[in-house]
């Protein structure tokens, strides 16, 4: 706390939130399109209905009074992994990730939620909530302890699931060192697309009507 021209002012040092997003002397700057400016006037008697002065001076604060109250409602987004932004890399921090620029923000929530259910000692059921954190899916777990061998299977989502890079670099740091693993991946069969014609077949790609739930129809 310090004094500045006979009034107090909070210090909030020169750390994380001094220098950080809301930080002394760190102006945000938010399109206000993006937050609800209040309207003031109306708290206040007629007689000052007509005073440009006024009518600048409450619309001055209630641009600041909107502008913290998405900054408040943006800092709270930050306590939960799902919803974070800029904060996800306090989680990595802590939880000793390494930053990429290249990931997006749904990637990233993906290996923090993965890290998160890979610690401590690994199990089937971890690895198969490490791959459903990664997949958004269901996932199966085969085990082939004779060989020293796993199998992912990935049953909820067709096809290849976003951000294996990720899910595979995180399963080689939860698994035990001595096992091998494979990945399998579900896609639609014949079975699951022989209500449709070859003309209704042709307004989709091949990947497409490997993966897509919109042609398949009851066996």
Not at 13 to 30: F, S, T
Not at 50 to 74: C, M, P, V, W, Y
Not at 88 to 95: M, N, R, S, T
Not at 127 to 142: K, L
């Amino acid at each position: 706390m310090g004094r500045s021209n006979g009034g107090w002012y909070i210090v909030y040092g020169k750390l994380e939130y001094g220098q950080g997003l809301y930080g002394e002397n760190k102006d945000v700057d938010i399109d206000e399109d993006l937050f609800k400016i209040p309207i003031l006037m109306k708290y206040l008697p007629y007689y000052y209905q007509t005073s440009n002065f006024t009518h600048n001076l409450q619309h001055s604060i209630a641009k600041e009074i909107g502008r913290l109250d998405f900054l408040k409602e943006d800092l709270f987004k930050q306590f939960f992994i799902m919803t974070a932004t800029w904060g996800l890399k306090y989680y990595e921090q802590e939880l000793d990730i390494p930053y990429n620029p290249q990931l997006s923000d749904e990637n990233r929530r993906e290996i923090i939620i993965a890290k998160i259910r890979g610690r401590g000692t690994t199990t089937k059921k971890m690895i198969q909530n490490t791959a459903e954190s990664f997949s958004g899916g269901e996932v199966e777990i085969i085990e082939h302890n004779e060989e020293n061998y796993f199998i992912v299977k990935f049953v909820g989502v067709k096809g290849v699931p976003s951000n294996m890079k990720g899910f595979i670099n995180m399963l080689e740091t939860i698994k035990p060192a001595h096992l091998n693993y494979k990945l399998e991946y579900t896609y639609n069969t014949w079975g699951d697309i022989k209500h449709n014609t070859w003309g209704q077949l042709s307004n989709y790609t091949w990947s497409q009507v490997r993966v897509s739930d919109e042609i398949r129809g009851d066996k």
